[in-house]
């Protein structure tokens, strides 16, 4: 399957940068990687990606913050995300709301999970 849907993937984590990465281009997305929350502002905002995924704990902007500033741009405020962060952490409904994220995945999580999820996500509504 071939998509032209653009997933930014974002953690600091090199291995699971490229697992992810991997994982989402075998099954046909074009997919952009940063190691930072400021390297993924900017190219979310020259990008516009259909989904960010991205790790909560990351140097310069955690993943929180990044999606917030998102959310305060009019180009990037429709971008969906879906968090990966560490057990025992998680979000209120209003935060995830206020932030776009749609959903938490917990580490350890396998491609497959992530890949699922995302297909949820981005799966075109049926006619």
Do not use: W
């Not at 997933?7 to 099954?27: G, P, Q, T, Y």
Request: aromatic share 6%.
């Amino acid at each position: 399957m071939q998509s032209n849907q653009k997933i930014l993937v974002v953690d600091d984590e090199v291995h699971i940068l490229h697992v992810v990465s991997l994982k989402l281009r075998n099954a046909g997305y074009q997919v952009l990687t940063a190691q930072d929350g400021r390297e993924a502002y900017e190219l979310a905002q020259v990008e516009l990606p259909d989904l960010l995924i991205t790790d909560y704990q990351m140097p310069y902007l955690s993943g929180f913050e990044l999606c917030q500033r998102l959310k305060q741009l009019p180009a990037t405020r429709g971008i969906p995300a879906v968090m990966l962060t560490a057990r025992g952490f998680s979000l209120d409904h209003s935060s995830m709301e206020a932030t776009g994220i749609i959903k938490c995945l917990f580490k350890p999580f396998s491609p497959r999970q992530v890949l699922a999820v995302v297909e949820e996500i981005l799966a075109p509504l049926p006619v």
